[in-house]
């Protein structure tokens, strides 16, 4: 007679093995495999300097600049006679040329005088991260037994490894197991307006038996005791398998409804085990959800590209603000799940981060041979207006990725959204002000915009938009 293990690998359609055979390699192996490209000080070193008519070096090529004379340098060059310097800060340098600053602010966000950055986009400086090494070369990981950790697997003896092993694998191969079943149903009633249900994820527990045994440790590999955020100088100037996420669903029945939440969402990927957040919400700027419903968390830039060619942790760590100083605060949702995206490329991902009382549903796509892309934004709004600013991709037409929506009035305005594009293809950046739509469209491999708006924009105030595909000067 088969084991219970048996059965239930038998159930989700899988084929698990037990304690090592399960976990696979934890460790990110880009370190290994990549070549050395070490670590800039600044991200504006990354760019060469700009020419007359501002063209950004190509990876492969020289850029074409489309045939809208609008895509030109001279649209750079009338931007900095529109704008001045001196209206958007100190920190910003000319549009048509860099004169030895950074060309983007890592997630700045500057409205008038006044600076502030979206959380979890500062820069750090690796050679000063706690546990760096010279040969780490900001993205490389030593993983060796001496390297510090906050797993908890050394407190557990080693005769408990399988016993956990075997709980953790029960209760996911269960959860597989109901998904597989709500499947089925849906496909043999060939009902094509109900929707699938987002496949789960692999939760870790606090320890698994790698840990236990001190072998392949996720927590080591991951470095997840460093909760400092991912520099936005690492990245790569030549296409690679990257992630793009396009929605975070929370769905609470533990709460007692309206609540306010707060906390992060982050992806430790392979070029870097720390933080890239795409939700960072203080305490203080707690989002509030009216009801108990499926709510998308507004999401902010990550600091840089996200880089994944077999799997990425995701980290979620949601609390419950209670009235007072928050010592009575409740946690919601605290989880290590691990995505493996070996084999779905180019797809929608629709998955499940479950929790006791609470999941969190994801939207992501895997895409190959894509390239970091930065999206600048400039504004100044002569009359109050809610504006909404969206991206596009040919890669991705059916999904839209939220830049910013809110009110806008008066002084300068400059926001930064860091996205992912394939290789050569097309990005749309769309602004609906009132009742009315924009858009710009631009190209991996051209300099400027391949089309933009015409003067009707101006009714409503001034706007400009620049694209800068792999910005990273590494070789």
């Not at 409804?257 to 707690?286: K, Q």
């Amino acid at each position: 007679m088969a084991s219970t293990e048996e059965q239930l690998c038998r159930r989700s359609g899988e084929t698990v093995g037990l304690l090592h055979s399960f976990h696979g390699a934890y460790s990110p192996s880009s370190c290994t495999e990549e070549p050395d490209f070490g670590c800039p000080e600044d991200l504006g070193d990354l760019h060469d300097p700009l020419e007359e008519l501002d063209v950004v070096k190509s990876r492969d090529q020289p850029p074409s600049t489309g045939n809208d004379p609008v895509a030109s340098g001279i649209a750079w060059r009338s931007l900095d006679l529109m704008f001045p310097r001196e209206d958007c800060g100190d920190d910003w340098s000319d549009w048509s040329g860099r004169e030895g600053e950074r060309d983007f602010d890592d997630g700045q966000v500057i409205e008038g005088n006044d600076e502030t950055y979206c959380p979890g986009n500062e820069v750090n400086d690796c050679s000063t991260q706690e546990g760096s090494d010279e040969d780490d070369d900001c993205g490389g990981q030593v993983i060796d037994d001496d390297t510090e950790t906050n797993c908890p697997g050394k407190h557990y003896p080693k005769s408990d490894a399988e016993k956990i092993e075997r709980m953790w694998l029960r209760r996911y191969i269960e959860q597989v197991g109901d998904y597989t079943d709500i499947y089925n149903e849906i496909m043999s009633r060939e009902d094509d307006d109900t929707p699938f249900p987002p496949h789960p994820l692999k939760v870790f527990p606090d320890a698994t038996a790698e840990c236990i045994l001190g072998e392949n440790c996720y927590h080591r590999a991951y470095k997840t005791h460093d909760t400092s955020t991912t520099p936005s100088s690492l990245g790569y100037c030549t296409p690679k398998e990257m992630l793009q996420f396009f929605s975070v669903y929370l769905s609470s029945s533990a709460a007692s409804y309206p609540i306010s939440v707060y906390g992060i969402f982050a992806v430790r990927d392979e070029l870097d085990p720390r933080r890239n957040c795409i939700f960072n919400c203080t305490r203080d700027d707690a989002i509030m959800i009216e009801k108990q419903d499926s709510f998308v968390l507004p999401l902010c830039s990550p600091s840089r590209g996200m880089y994944v060619r077999d799997r990425a942790l995701l980290e979620v760590d949601l609390w419950v603000k209670e009235e007072g100083d928050g010592s009575v605060d409740k946690q919601l949702l605290s989880s290590y799940a691990e995505i493996d995206i070996r084999a779905e490329f180019d797809d929608m991902l629709y998955v499940r981060i479950p929790g006791d009382g609470c999941n969190l549903d994801l939207k992501c796509m895997a895409l190959a041979q894509s390239v970091e892309t930065v999206i600048q934004v400039y504004a100044k709004v002569d009359h109050p207006c809610h504006v909404r600013f969206t991206a596009f991709s040919t890669c991705y037409d059916d999904y839209e990725i939220l830049l910013f929506d809110g009110k806008l009035f008066g002084d300068v305005k400059l926001f930064q959204h860091v996205v992912t594009v394939k290789e050569n293809e097309k990005l749309d950046v769309l602004l609906k002000v009132d009742n009315s739509l924009f858009q710009w469209t631009f190209q991996d491999e051209h300099v400027g915009p391949v089309c933009c708006p015409d003067d009707s924009i101006l009714a409503y105030g001034h706007f400009f938009v620049r694209v800068f595909f792999a910005p990273k000067d590494y070789q």
